[in-house]
T-cell receptor
Framework: AQTVTQSQPEMSVQEAETVTLSCTYD???????LFWYKQPPSRQMILVIR??????QNATENRFSVNFQKAAKSFSLKISDSQLGDAAMYFC????????????FGTGTRLTIIP | DARVTQTPRHKVTEMGQEVTMRCQPI?????VFWYRQTMMQGLELLAY????????DSGMPKDRFSAEMPDATLATLKIQPSEPRDSAVYFC???????????????FGPGTRLTVL
């Protein structure tokens, strides 16, 4: 069974600084997707970024980028130029490419932005 | 602006009562997921459907939970009888699977916060 681990329950960063959230996962599959979701206080789940396992290039979306280390089964999220609106719970998630499409989530990291 | 809608947004009920949660997937989407979020278990899949047929409901307690899609525009999740341990946020998500692509983004609804007293 696949598992996703987020070892940082809480993180904080000064506004405009950079912060990195960690995620590791375990799977025997070679093809899969990895995601970072943001959940603000409204509870809405918002997709931040997606990475396909077959791609060596790290995904980037504006101020958000990932460091995908397939051999180490590590998938961290870097947020640059942190803004107050980035304050939220961040969940790392895994999905097989073929077969069952369920998302397996980590336990989340609560990110606080310090003005 | 297409989005997944869920009703009700909040539900407070007493133990033993029946609870029905509804989800309207994005028009045209053929896959619907139900997830549950609790403090203890985090986010976990309960069931998901493709073209209204269940593909995986292994995460759902069968004795009290049932999920259906009466038609392509409505998914329901019922709990009967409800118990305090069912208190959680229930999310519906929908996606569109193409025959030529393995990827379909899951668009989440706002969730239903259920409290069972």
């Amino acid at each position: 069974a696949q598992t996703v681990t987020q070892s940082q329950p809480e993180m904080s960063v000064q506004e405009a600084e950079t912060v990195t959230l960690s995620c590791t996962y375990d799977t025997s599959e070679s093809d899969y997707y990895l995601f970072w979701y943001k959940q603000p206080p409204s509870r809405q789940m918002i997709l931040v970024i997606r990475q396909e396992a077959y791609k060596q290039q790290n995904a980037t979306e504006n101020r958000f980028s990932v460091n995908f280390q397939k051999a180490a089964k590590s998938f961290s999220l870097k947020i640059s130029d942190s803004q107050l609106g980035d304050a939220a719970m961040y969940f790392c998630a895994y999905r097989r490419t073929f077969g069952n499409e369920k998302l397996t989530f980590g336990t989340g990291t609560r990110l606080t932005i310090i003005p | 602006d297409a989005r997944v809608t869920q009703t009700p947004r909040h539900k407070v009920t007493e133990m033993g009562q029946e609870v029905t949660m509804r989800c309207q997937p994005i028009l045209g989407h053929n896959t619907v997921f139900w997830y549950r979020q609790t403090m203890m278990q985090g986010l976990e899949l309960l069931a998901y459907f493709r073209n209204r047929a269940p593909l995986d409901d292994s995460g759902m307690p069968k004795d009290r939970f049932s999920a259906e899609m009466p038609d392509a525009t409505l998914a329901t999740l019922k709990i009967q009888p409800s118990e305090p341990r069912d208190s959680a946020v229930y999310f519906c998500a929908s996606g569109l699977v193409h025959r030529l692509s393995s990827y379909n983004e899951q668009f989440f609804g706002p969730g239903t916060r259920l409290t069972v007293l």
